[in-house]
């Protein structure tokens, strides 16, 4: 593995809210940036093969409709790919896999150190608990996109794998009808200028558990992409998470 000491870095989706500090916090690594508009005095560029050929890495917190040409020529151009985008479908997803096959990819719904460490804890209870009634409740700002949250999702996966069930076979996010057994629920908020809260509830008739989450500032985030994307350029092909980068 070649480790690049400081790595050149792009951001997709430079212009909205976790772009903008994405950019504050890469300081002079940062060489340019994607978005629908093109900005030439700042380096902003509507092609991704473009920015790929000038960056060691991106960090792409921008839109899902916008990951299948990203995987494609980011895949091409041999840059390492940091994808915090949410709400990917299940042709996204497997865009994102094939280009792992080419590039570092490392994937992750939320940047956050705690929240990274929370997806662990969310396996073991889901081990640990499992006739428990899992319930994830997550709040956002009332520009989100997607619901449920990526980062709901992650949760979710994290409780399935622990009971060592598929949560494709087990989510449930229409409340009507009575539970089923084993179901793991989702609930969504949104309102206001929320930066991100999850909980993960288990409930059973003479005791609950909540594990709770709360950003209290969007820099977070951006703090964690910044650390994610100096640790994966470089690195072999292959599709990583954010508790690789963080591994001490
Ligand atoms: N992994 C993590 O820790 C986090 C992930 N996120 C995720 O990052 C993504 C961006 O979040 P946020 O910065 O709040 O969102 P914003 O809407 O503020 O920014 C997204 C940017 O993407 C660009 N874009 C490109 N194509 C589209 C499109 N079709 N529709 C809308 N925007 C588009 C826009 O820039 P332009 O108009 O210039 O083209 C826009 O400014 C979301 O998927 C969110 O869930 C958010 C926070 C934390
Ligand atoms: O859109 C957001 O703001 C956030 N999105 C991510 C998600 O969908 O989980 C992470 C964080 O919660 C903020």
Known sequence: MT???????????????????CAEEAGDALVGGLSRTADTQRNITTDPATLAKSCDVVIDVSHASTVPAHAAAFAQAGCAWVLGTTGLDQGAQDAVNAAAQHIPVLQAANFSPALTLFLELARQLGAG???????????????????????A????????????????????????????DGAIGFASLRGGQIVGEHDLVLMAADE?????????????????????ARWLAGRPAGLYTMADALKR
Do not use: M
């Not at 000491?5 to 909205?16: D, E, K, L, N, V």
């Not at 006739?131 to 997550?138: F, G, K, N, V």
């Open 3 to 21: 480790q690049i000491s400081a790595p050149r870095i792009g951001i997709a989706g430079i212009t909205g809210r976790l772009g903008t500090l």
């Open 129 to 151: 608990l499992p006739d428990y009634d899992a319930e994830i409740l997550e709040v956002h700002h009332r520009q989100k996109l997607d619901a449920p949250s990526g980062t």
């Open 153 to 180: 999702l992650a949760i979710g996966r994290a409780v399935a794998e622990g009971r060592g069930v598929r949560l494709e076979d087990v989510a449930r996010t229409d409340q009507n009808g009575r539970r089923p």
């Open 208 to 228: 609950q558990i909540t594990l709770s989450h709360r950003a209290l500032d969007r820099r977070v985030f951006a703090r964690g992409a910044l650390l994610a």
